[in-house]
């Protein structure tokens, strides 16, 4: 008797270094922010729904993209077959996109969705109340799963990257007025 497994991919988690941690920290809080409208800026506007609000980061881009560079590496090696089956028929390099901070406030969410690009991450800055990241994908039958990730203030400095094309929303909390934030990206094939 033979087992066959179906290929699968996962995702990565790395703690960011109490020097990165802190610079994208002290970013995130600074009142000097520009304000980004994302496609999901743009629902939330024409549907009345509380998305999260984007900011540009531009201060740390290269202390992030230092530790993002080692997770594409990290990521790389551990699902290969990803790479090669989605890089085959690429001509470009890969290429680090625009990164953003989201400022998440009591009641806030952000619904499923997925990014553009081979893969992307998210670093958890502040978490000052227990919420929940929630992957959704299909199973080999055809079933929706969720994979939940249930955060608090023990995630914050914590990255992780998958698959851009990975389904996932933020759940919104009711029980705090503190805000949350988080950063995240998109490795692109340019």
Not at 15 to 30: F, I, R, W
Request: aromatic share 12%; proline share 3%; glycine share 4%.
């Amino acid at each position: 008797m033979t087992n066959i497994s179906f290929e699968n991919y996962g995702l990565i988690e790395s703690q960011l270094s109490n020097e990165v941690y802190h610079a994208l920290l002290k970013e995130c809080l600074s009142e000097n922010k520009k304000e980004f409208k994302s496609r999901l800026t743009e629902q939330s506007l024409a549907e009345e729904i509380k998305i999260v609000k984007h900011f540009y980061l531009k201060d740390n881009i290269k202390n992030l993209y230092d530790v993002v560079g080692a997770m594409i590496n990290q990521y790389r090696y551990e699902y290969s077959n990803y790479f090669n089956n989605n890089l085959k028929n690429a001509s470009g390099n890969l290429e680090l996109g625009e990164p953003w901070i989201n400022i998440q406030k009591k009641h806030e969410y952000v619904p499923y969705h997925e990014h553009e690009g081979i893969l992307s991450y998210v670093i958890w800055i502040k978490m000052p109340v227990k919420s929940i990241f929630e992957f959704s994908y299909t199973n080999i039958l055809g079933n929706i799963l969720p994979h939940k990730i249930i955060l608090d203030s023990k995630n914050e400095g914590q990255m992780i990257m998958f698959p851009s094309s990975l389904r996932h929303m933020v759940y919104p909390f009711q029980e705090s007025e503190e805000t949350r934030i988080s950063i995240s990206g998109n490795v692109i094939i340019k």
